[in-house]
């Protein structure tokens, strides 16, 4: 990333939100559950799978918390009524961990049962390092509690995710695999672009090995070549893995990857917090200042520069 991107990644927070809203527009759904069934719709019609999340990893109380649980039902009753393929994402936080261990895995409980039921999927995204060891443990309480319906996502940034897939193996868990987005200490996390990338590889190699069914999560053109060397050299058929990236990030190797053949998945958040996603993917974007900069020309000068 050029250093004039970096620096405005370090000054992300003190940008107005509007701003914030206008540049990230496209990596969010809108803020409803009929916004998140159009984006949808319009991926199914391009032959490419979803993952609805509902944006809320802000909530501060129970009652918000509650309030996601509630969005996730409807979600699941648009996808029934509207006949989608789409499963779901859900963060731990939104649904009360930061509040209390038991609240957030009675909310995960009915998310995942509500998902049972309908025949749907769920997916625990896996947040920074302070709640890996909780999600992992909530996940294993749901898969004991029989919902196999449910999967993780492992960080390949992170030094202990080797060992967790290795611990997780007699679970054969459905698993995507990401870098990882959160800054974390480089005692516990790779902080080398190359060393999380080969982390990626070797984690993608150990879960094949282990046979469980894994999301290759990156929009990284090395990884994605790597994704389909490992699972061609396994024999796995189509329905046997599956690519995910992000809504509005990459969109011609999306297109590329559907139209060799492969499963395709996008993550399609929506809702009323989207101000925590917006600032992570900017802060990924690696034309941040060009768009910041174009952003606020147009609002002194009343022009569109983009
Ligand atoms: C479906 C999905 C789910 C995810 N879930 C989680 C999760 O639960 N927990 C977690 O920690 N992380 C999650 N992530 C984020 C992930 O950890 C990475 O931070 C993110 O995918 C960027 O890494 P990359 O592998 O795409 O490689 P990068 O090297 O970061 O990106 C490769 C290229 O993609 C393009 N690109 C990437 N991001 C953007 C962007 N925002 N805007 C424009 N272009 C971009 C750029 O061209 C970049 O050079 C998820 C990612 C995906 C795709």
Known sequence: MALLDRAIVRVLPAIP???????????????????????????????????????GEEVSGRREALEIVQAYHDVFEAIEREKLDSNVSVKLTGLGLSLAYELCRSNLLRVGRHAAESGNFVRIDMEDSTTTTETLELYRELRADGLDNVGIVLQAALRRSIRDIRALAPLEPNVRLVKGIYLESPLIAYQDY????????????????????VAIATHDQFLLDEGKRLVAAQGLTREEYEFQMLLGVREL?????????????????????????????????????RYVASDTLNRLFGTDSR
């Not at 060393?195 to 046979?211: K, Y």
């Not at 190797?253 to 992570?280: C, K, M, T």
């Open 17 to 55: 939100r509007s701003v914030v809203r206008r540049i990230s527009d496209s990596y969010i759904a809108g803020t409803t559950v009929a916004d998140a069934v159009q984006v949808v719709r319009a991926l199914n019609e391009q032959g490419k799978m979803a993952t609805i999340d509902v944006l």
């Open 194 to 213: 190359e060393e999380v990338r080969s982390n990626f590889v070797r984690c993608l190699r150990e879960l094949l090995r282990a046979g469980s069914y």
């Open 253 to 289: 190797a999306a297109n590329r990857l559907v139209r060799d053949g492969h499963r395709l998945r996008i993550y399609v958040p929506f809702g009323e917090h989207w101000y925590r996603y917006s600032l992570r993917r900017l802060q990924e974007n690696p034309k941040i200042a």
